[in-house]
């Protein structure tokens, strides 16, 4: 009998890594792999329309899954085409593994079709990356990555594969090991956590940024339990999705230079501390603000400001241990001593919901449609578990402020900055989890990168509403110079950065691909719309005229 071959080898790698789905825009160096597919059949192969696409619908099925997301991407053009979304796989951190088909091997030193150093051109946004040399380290190759992709600090990975090895023969092959990783739950330093307790049982107003590696190492729940206790604020980062429940009694919206200023302590977990932002002094930390950080990810804590404590470890843990030293250290008396701040806070919270409800009123029956209006019909359509994957720009204020997230993980933000993410992403997020209505909330600009993803949509029978917030401008780009008050906003002409003239039919567009589409014009078509889009059980669009001038939110 013929001995087992590079591809046969590939996918059988795949199948013991217990991937279900394989995102991909292949070319001639997929077609030795794709040829067995078949025979492989829970291994699912999804055709996207661009490599993007498919890298944003691999992050996104695995930040909703737990599970690392699998691209493959064609050559060198292929790779190029998937590096904005590897970007923001990077910004993630999420566990994503790039296999790419490179061109033959005896190819690779002569300038050829197509080849190129491949795992140069990624280097600076994966964690890892190789190109194996031969059929034999295919196996090795493929289980390699996936190590690296899932070992904290997880992270995208990439596997350069030249296209001749699959068809040779494989002679020393490798046993599929059924475990390969490290033991993960690692338990932070006792001296930096018994700091970090001490800082709490002294702070007048300590406060929370819950990220994203918090809500996906499940520790939440703890943290619920610790800012109870505590009575500690919580806010949301501008640039990080929604992970706490923005329910709860001490949540209090979007963190921002006026909060840093009155809050003495601030504990961050599972996201990078504030990337430096300018924008209208979001990211704020001032220099007497002392900080608690808690991650997996030893890269990130006292990165961008300095740390009194520096939790590293698994975050459930490390809240796990904060938790319980604060109750040793504070005693019996913990449970009554921070009961005036709870009730201030909740004060607060109430002034805060009555402002945002007067807001609301003043809005509601404006034409053209409000954001406010349209992000409480959103809410007011949806089921309460509904997940909305977010890349909105000048809207995102406006779904922070008054759509509410009862849960951890309904909420999934771009968080590079690189447009083109959220539409396909959402798509990852629904594979993920089938049972619940995922929105791709997107503006007219953000949805343009890559309309064709609907095309996957309505091929693979995943019913994703899409919300076009349309203004029919890179609304962002148009504030800045509007801003700026330099000769665009003395001349009032911002052609540049904007998206008409001709104006998109982006009802035809979804209809082309078979997707659903309406558009609304007025307040009170909105709820009718949503309902409809939301009844199809297709893939539906929703293209919303707003008000092309109201970016203010998030500056509350
Ligand atoms: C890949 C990429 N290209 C360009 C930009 C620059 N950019 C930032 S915001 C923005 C406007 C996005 O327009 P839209 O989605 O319509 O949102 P709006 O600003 O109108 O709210 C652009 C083009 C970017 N962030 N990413
Ligand atoms: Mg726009």
Redesign the pocket.
Known sequence: MEGKKGNRAFLEALQAEGVCYLFGNPGSSEVPWLDLLPEYPSLRHITVLHEDIGVAMADGYALASGNPGVVSLHTVPGTAHGL?NLFNAHYSGTPLVALVGQQLSRLLNRDSFLGADIVQMARPWVKWAAQVSSADEIAYGVHRAFKEATDPPTGPVLLSIPRDFYDETVKDEIPHAARRSLGRKVRPDSDEVQRAAELFLRAESPALLCGPLAERSGSVPLLLELVDLLAIRVYDDTFMPSCFPTTHRFHLGLYNKEVAERIDLLLVVGQPLLIERKVRDMGFVPPGLSVVQIDSDPRVIAKNHPVEAGLFGHPRLCVEELLAKVRELAGKELGSRFQQRARLIEKERTAREGEKARDMEEQWDRVPISSHRLVAELRRALEPDAIVVD??????GYLRRFFEFPEPGLNYYEVS????WGLPAALGVKLARPKQQVVAF????????YPQALWTACRYDLPVLTVI???H???????FLHLRGGPAAQRKRYED?E?NNPDVDFVRCAESMGAYGERVERPEELAGALRRALGQERPSVVDVEIDPWQ?GAAEK
């Open positions: 904005c890349e909105t720009t000048t809207t995102q900055g690189g447009l083109g997107v503006g007219d600009g953000s949805f343009l990168y917030c349309n203004n401008a890179y609304l962002n780009d148009k504030m950065v998206i970016w």
